[in-house]
């Protein structure tokens, strides 16, 4: 169980410049600041470089079987970089920023797998998705606004468990959840605590989302990893990976 932290950490790290009650639709237009390192959208942190070890392994889940892979959130592509090293037929994917998108119609043109970039809130483009779609789906959006800060995540996977083939596997990532969350749990045993953590705030949602405790498969923890200081909404130096697999359909 969550217990108040007695480490030197502030008791509620992570970050917590959201704006409560905003609109996602303003996403689209809003100033944003790409270098190599980082990607800030209005001023809000939504990716930085040193996530890549992460990135490139949490991906492995999600291209673990092939196929046609979705994701979800282009950031400085250092997760759909890693998605194209894998041997996959085809890579969508979905971007709400303008700017970042334009970002992501450069790159694609320089892959070795085919690349369908899809503008819009994903709120919008996964009505147009068919079902039975996808072989790997990887999510990490960031939350428009206060109120979807720890379950922005989950309002996709009841839509992920359509689109997902049967035996087609899902993970996502939202760190601005995690920063937030994990200083909460204090076991000293970092995986029992990353455990606890999966269980009492990822596992119900997921559950109403339609998967089965048998889809949910045990987390991952990957690390180390190395947060700068300067990294407003993480400061841990380990991860979970989640891995959800759509059961495959029985046969008769």
Sequence with gaps: MATPSTSTEKP????????????????????????????????????????????????????????????????????????????????????????????????????????????????????????SEFDGIYYDTYPNNEESQHIHQFDFIKHAQRILKPGGVLSYCNLTSLGVLRPRYTNKDDKAAWEELFEETQVPHLLKCGFKREDIKPIKVFGPLKPPSSCDYYQHDTLLIPHIEKASLVSP
């Design 12 to 131: 509620e790290a992570g970050y917590h410049g959201l704006v409560k009650g905003e609109d996602p639709h303003l996403w689209e237009n809003k100033p944003s600041e790409i270098t190599e390192d980082i990607v800030y959208i209005d001023g809000h942190p939504v990716m930085e470089s040193w996530e890549k070890p992460y990135q490139d392994e949490i991906v492995k889940v999600t291209c673990s079987k092939g196929g046609r892979v979705l994701e979800v959130g282009f950031g400085l592509a250092l997760s759909a970089n890693a998605i194209q090293t894998h041997d996959i037929q085809e890579h969508v994917i979905i971007e709400a920023n303008k700017a970042v998108f334009e970002k992501l119609l450069a790159w694609a043109e320089k892959q070795p797998h085919k690349v369908v970039p899809k503008f819009g809130l994903w709120q919008d483009v996964v009505s147009t998705l068919p079902d």
